[in-house]
């Protein structure tokens, strides 16, 4: 398979440079179009695994994160001489990781704002953003039912540290008043549908 892509790839590089010959600046051209298709390789493989085991750690991917660092840099592609697209300032922000590839972790925000970061800015403890999507208060009990009394109504936005779901109800904290509880899962962006952690 991998010699078949590398023989296509030749073939099409081969159809360029003929095609360039004829005009004075082809020479130009084909650095350029070659610089920019070499970069593009290691998005398509790392593309390309979504959904699966990551081939770098081994761990699903995709699957969410958190911010690590203080200040973070997401990047256009997995290295740093790609462009920055976004700088977070704040540590414990939840991310999905989409891809991996060497060092670097192709991440999404609830914005949807997507791109790469460096492994060692993210941490596997897990966080997540109540409700972002809407626009009505999040009932945080005091236990893991329908029935328990209510701790606080949270507002969408609010950040919060979560540190077991059951595939329905998620054990959260929040850090600033150091206020615990249960919130449905469904109400988080964190963490999966139906997905079971302790």
Avoid at 38 to 63: F, N, S, W
């Amino acid at each position: 398979m991998r010699d078949q892509r590398r023989g296509s790839i030749r073939r099409q590089m081969a159809s360029v440079l003929r095609s360039t010959r004829r005009h004075k600046y082809g020479c130009i051209i084909l650095s350029v179009s070659l610089a920019a298709f070499l970069q593009g390789v290691p998005l398509m493989q790392a593309q390309a695994q979504a959904g699966r085991v990551g081939h770098v750690t081994g761990l699903t991917v995709p699957r969410f994160v958190s911010l690590k660092a203080n200040r973070a840099r997401l990047r256009a592609g997995p290295g740093v001489h790609y462009p920055i697209k976004w700088e977070y300032m704040a540590p414990d922000i939840p991310l999905e990781i989409t891809a991996e590839y060497g060092n670097w972790r192709k991440v999404r925000d609830w914005t949807s704002a997507e791109g790469w970061m460096y492994h060692a800015l993210l941490s596997g403890r897990r966080t997540a953003i109540v409700s972002p999507w809407g626009k009505g208060l999040t009932a945080l009990r005091s236990a893991a039912t329908d029935q328990s009394d209510v701790v606080a109504n949270l507002q969408p936005g609010v950040f919060v540290s979560v540190r077991s779901c059951n595939g329905n109800w998620c054990s959260i904290v929040i850090d600033g008043p150091k206020l615990g509880g249960y919130v449905e899962q469904v109400g988080l962006w964190g963490v999966y549908p139906g997905e079971v952690f302790r």
